[in-house]
């Protein structure tokens, strides 16, 4: 059984930087992709980035590329999303989700997943 705990949100003014860390614990951490979705008040959960068990690929929506970066750390069982220059859409609630299977985790169907972490972006 693997947890995730998400952290570093918070209120941040549009075009600071933020990253959000999440921790996994119960599991062999390089042993599972990793991805990142959010939910915005009245909207469904979105994909945000997906990163490979090795790190050795990451994924973005189109729509979101060059804006946020995916990266992990196994020495500290950590994945990191990095919100390059925050927008007031940007607002969400942060998940982590962790799968075996990267096609599982991209698609939204992984295992394993924190609480969220809300991010709040001020204009």
């Known amino acids: 059984q693997v947890q995730l705990v998400e952290s570093g949100g918070g209120l941040v003014q549009a075009g600071s930087s933020l990253t959000l860390s999440c921790a996994a614990s119960g599991g062999t951490f390089s042993s599972y992709s990793m991805a990142w979705f959010r939910q915005a008040p009245g909207k469904g959960r979105e994909f945000v980035a997906a990163i490979t068990w090795n790190g050795g690929a990451t994924f973005y929506p189109e729509a979101l590329k060059g804006r946020f970066t995916i990266s992990r750390d196994d020495s500290k069982n950590t994945v990191y999303l990095r919100l390059l220059s925050p927008l007031p859409e940007d607002t969400a609630v942060y998940y982590c989700?962790?799968?075996?299977?990267?096609?599982?985790?991209?698609?939204?169907?992984?295992?394993?997943w924190g609480q969220g972490t809300q991010i709040t972006v001020s204009s």
């Open positions: 989700a962790a799968d075996k299977s990267l096609t599982k985790v991209r698609a939204g169907n992984g295992d394993y």
